[in-house]
């Protein structure tokens, strides 16, 4: 915690306010300093005043969120759904590229996402998986199903050649979205896949991520069909 004072010295009681909260959690204590030097006030030395940070790290994270520019704040939502790793390439195809200049640039300058790997395409990642939570949890149920059927759509489009290798990132996607019927067909490709790699276990539970679909879209024939594979694989 010393080593993150920017300049200046933390006042004691608010070191001891701090390392209170933070309970062994490294990220606590990065994410309270950090709110600290972002609530400014300071004049030589840096005073957490009682009650001006969330109580949790979740709350502290969310306040992090609410500070962005709305860009940012969009981006980083589009980028959740995609997954805690990401590529630049299916970022821009689910926005725009305008709206990846726009915002991601505060979310590196914020340290909420970094540079993952240049090679073979540019990839970032959200530095720490409650991050990537905490950008989830700004969504709507109905927004986040929303965005998961474009990342899904825009995902189609960029392995066109090569669906067949993607299957289950398909399936993830339009499970967890609002295009059901699509969900229930990479399900079902995702399992006769999983199947024939001798992989039972993923097989079975894309199966019956698959029949809660069915159930879903009052498909008796899916629901026949998919609990006859189901049972093959059991």
Known sequence: LD????A???DPSSRAEIVSRAEGNPL?????MRALVEAGGRTRTWTL???SLPPTIEGLLAARFDRLPEAARRLARVAAVIGRDFSLALLERVTTKEAVGAGLGDLLRADIVREARRFPELEYTFRHVLLHEAALATLTPGATR???RDVGAATEELVADSLDEHLEKLAFYFYRSDDERKALDYLERAADKAVALDAREQARDLLARGLKVADRLGDREAKTRLSRHLSLVS
């Not at 080593?3 to 920017?6: F, G, H, Y």
């Not at 606590?28 to 309270?32: D, F, I, K, P, S």
């Open 8 to 10: 200046g010295t933390l």
């Open 3 to 6: 080593a993150l004072v920017p």
């Open 49 to 51: 005043s009682t009650g």
């Open 146 to 148: 929303r965005l998961y």
């Open 28 to 32: 606590y204590v990065e994410e309270l």
